[in-house]
T-cell receptor, first 114, second 112 residues
Framework: SQELEQSPQSLIVQEGKNLTINCTSS?????LYWYKQKYGEGLIFLMM?????EEKSHEKITAKLDEKKQQSSLHITASQPSHAGIYLC??????????????FGQGTILTVHP | DTAVSQTPKYLVTQMGNDKSIKCEQN?????MYWYKQDSKKFLKIMFS???????INETVPNRFSPKSPDKAHLNLHINSLELGDSAVYFC???????????FGQGTRLTVV
């Protein structure tokens, strides 16, 4: 099994619907990063969570970190076609010794139908 | 202005060839990375440089050699390309380790 599992692997929703993407680490989380990737483009940084229970929001996207469960969730409210893409979570499992190394999940492909 | 830029964006080459991918960041960051994204979309770190010094070198074949002429550049040279090297390679940078990384647009390498 992978060190970082994302679920679901793909998601198709109707515009306006809410959705949640989960990310579970098999190792201790010192930091959790969410990125969005559009086909043929680089990764766009969304949010970084470092403290247990931390929750951050940007526009209609909210991410939470459950340090004890070694999980993070990304929630999109009232989805729009512009939210479509691949969402990747990246984990810092080594803390101060990681030198910035992140382990990424396999990504969740989100399709939003108008 | 592009923060992290990679060239080329697409690269198609034959097996056995040697190729380079260039990466430049104009953010003044100290740390730069190379990641490889395979066909299943898994993104794995290959190398990390901090102030031109190699910090992370994951299990990567010796055919892959990163070079950092200065803090703003981290190039990736690949010798004797193999079919399995086909992937998207992403360059990234961060102001320091432990902070968010900014990614380039990726270089789609196809080895035929």
């Amino acid at each position: 099994s992978q060190e970082l599992e994302q679920s679901p692997q793909s998601l198709i929703v109707q515009e306006g619907k809410n959705l949640t993407i989960n990310c579970t680490s098999s190792k201790t989380l010192y930091g959790l990063y969410w990125y969005k990737q559009k086909y043929g483009e680089g990764l766009i940084f969304l949010m970084m969570l470092q403290k247990g229970g931390e929750e951050k929001s940007h526009e209609k996207i909210t991410a939470k970190l459950d340090e004890k469960k070694q999980q993070s969730s990304l929630h999109i409210t009232a989805s729009q076609p512009s939210h479509a893409g691949i969402y990747l979570c990246g984990a810092d499992n080594a803390g101060g010794t990681s030198y910035g190394k992140l382990t990424f999940g396999q990504g969740t492909i989100l399709t939003v139908h108008p | 202005d592009t923060a992290v830029s990679q060239t080329p964006k697409y690269l198609v080459t034959q097996m056995g060839n040697d190729k380079s991918i260039k990466c430049e960041q104009n953010l003044g960051h100290d740390t730069m990375y190379w990641y490889k994204q395979d066909s299943k979309k898994f993104l794995k770190i290959m190398f990390s440089y901090n102030n031109k010094e190699l910090i992370i070198n994951e299990t990567v074949p010796n055919r892959f050699s990163p070079k950092s002429p200065d803090k703003a550049h981290l190039n990736l040279h690949i010798n004797s390309l193999e079919l399995g090297d086909s992937a998207v390679y992403f360059c990234a940078s961060s102001p320091q380790t432990g902070s968010e990384a900014f990614f380039g647009q990726g270089t789609r390498l196809t080895v035929v």
